[in-house]
């Protein structure tokens, strides 16, 4: 089916390197508690390369490592035309998500052919048959979220399915007169996934007003405008595209900083039982 979208706004990293003359600081920071990897970091020289895959390069922005990410890992894939792959994913008991933000990408999924246009979500269980391709004249950028499924007896595994965000009416929170909404692509009350990757929306001004403090380990991505993070009682800036990860149970709290909707693309580990026993991948 063909793509048909072109009202998305959603911030895509282009690499290149800044000049000579450009300041070194900038806004990074790596904490036992968060990290935040901002835009201007995801440069030509800090790519990575996967077997199998043609035509592409990728920026890592978080991995399974000690001390930081534990549940997830998180890419932002660039596949030129003509590049993808016929062999994508090489954990069989990896699911993932695919979130297109810029360019076109066809998705072979179980035979099915899909091009996802931005905004466009893929939702792929382990074991899945798929494969990727860019059949368009530009580049295609897209994030690929993957986390080791937690498999339960007696609950099935959740079916693939393929979306468009802009096709999704955002859900309010309560009592913020439509300031703060969520984009969910899975039911809540679904416990068959042990994942959610959303979007999340704030408009000018709409807050977090309390420090959030849960189990559920984050990772950001500012897919558009600028707000104020508090985490674990420091203030951050961020802006369209930046990456945050925050590990279970940091505080968290944020503030719109407009002029227009603050948006973000967020992963967080779901409707499972806290492991009692060290982790073993």
Request: charged fraction near 20%; include cysteine; aromatic fraction near 12%.
């Amino acid at each position: 089916m063909p793509a048909n979208r072109s009202t998305a706004r959603y911030y895509a990293p282009q690499g290149g390197h800044p000049p000579q003359t450009q300041l070194t600081a900038d806004r990074a920071v790596f904490t036992e508690a968060y990290a935040l990897i901002p835009k201007g970091v995801m440069r030509d020289i800090v790519t990575s390369y996967l077997p199998f895959w043609e035509g592409t390069r990728l920026w890592v922005l978080a991995r399974p490592l000690s001390g930081f990410a534990e549940t997830f890992s998180q890419y932002i894939m660039e596949v030129q035309p003509g590049g993808g792959s016929d062999r994508p994913e090489l954990d069989a008991g990896a699911e993932g998500v695919l979130f297109v933000v810029e360019g076109e990408l066809t998705l072979t999924l179980a035979g099915e052919r899909h091009v996802l246009a931005p905004g466009g979500y893929a939702f792929l269980p382990p074991g899945s048959d798929w494969q990727v391709r860019n059949e368009a004249d530009q580049a295609v950028r897209f994030h690929w979220v993957r986390k080791a499924f937690e498999f339960v007896e007696g609950l099935d595994v959740p079916a693939p399915f393929v979306a468009n965000e802009q096709d999704i009416a955002p859900i309010e929170m309560p009592g913020t007169e439509g300031r703060w909404a969520t984009t969910r692509f899975v039911d809540p009350r679904d416990v068959r996934h042990d994942m959610h990757v959303n979007i999340v929306t704030f408009q000018p001004g709409g807050v977090i007003p309390f420090d959030e403090t849960h189990v559920m380990e984050h990772g950001l991505y500012v897919l558009e405008g600028k707000a104020v993070y508090h985490l674990n009682q420091e203030w951050v800036e961020v802006e369209a595209g930046d990456f945050m990860w925050l590990r279970a149970f940091c505080p968290q709290a944020c503030y719109a900083g407009g002029p227009g909707p603050f948006r973000y693309l967020l992963y967080k580990d779901v409707n499972r039982h806290a492991g009692l026993r060290p982790l073993t991948r």
